[in-house]
């Protein structure tokens, strides 16, 4: 129960300056219990011969583990070994930062192949997110 005494107001909306005053509240605290996070953004493009985009991946190592935020890879180019190739190339940088791990979550049962293909053992699920769907959690230890 939240006493009116303590709280003069709940807006339920933020403004992005209150946002991010709310992050770095919880950064501070998360920091101190847990040690900083060394967050780090890790983008890597693939391009064809003619210089058009056709894959990539972003990502943030923290903690040293690499986080996959995003993989794509154009339709015409999949099955072609580009996204196993730009998979490897995040796990060797992933490397060179320290990281012991990368782990990833999709909604796509042939992206969860692809990933349990690569190494990843699934992690964890989320039945019904998105509705009529689950969300994959995978994760693989770096040698």
Known sequence: MIKNEVVEKIA????????AELAARLGEEVAAQFGARD????????????????????????????????????????????????????ERLAQERGCVGVYVDTFDPQAAAFYEALGFTRAGKIVGF??????????????
């Not at 339920?12 to 946002?19: K, N, T």
């Not at 972003?58 to 580009?82: C, D």
């Not at 998105?130 to 040698?143: E, I, N």
């Open 130 to 143: 998105p509705p009529g769907h689950a969300r994959l959690f995978f994760r693989k230890l770096l040698r």
């Open 12 to 19: 339920f909306s933020i403004e992005s300056a209150e946002s």
């Open 39 to 90: 967050e780090r953004p890790l983008s890597i493009v693939a391009r064809d011969a003619q210089g058009a985009f056709v894959g990539g991946l972003n990502g943030v190592s923290h903690w040293r583990w690499l986080y996959v935020r995003h993989l794509w890879v154009e339709k015409s180019q999949r099955g072609r070994g580009l996204g196993r190739r730009v998979m490897t190339e995040a």
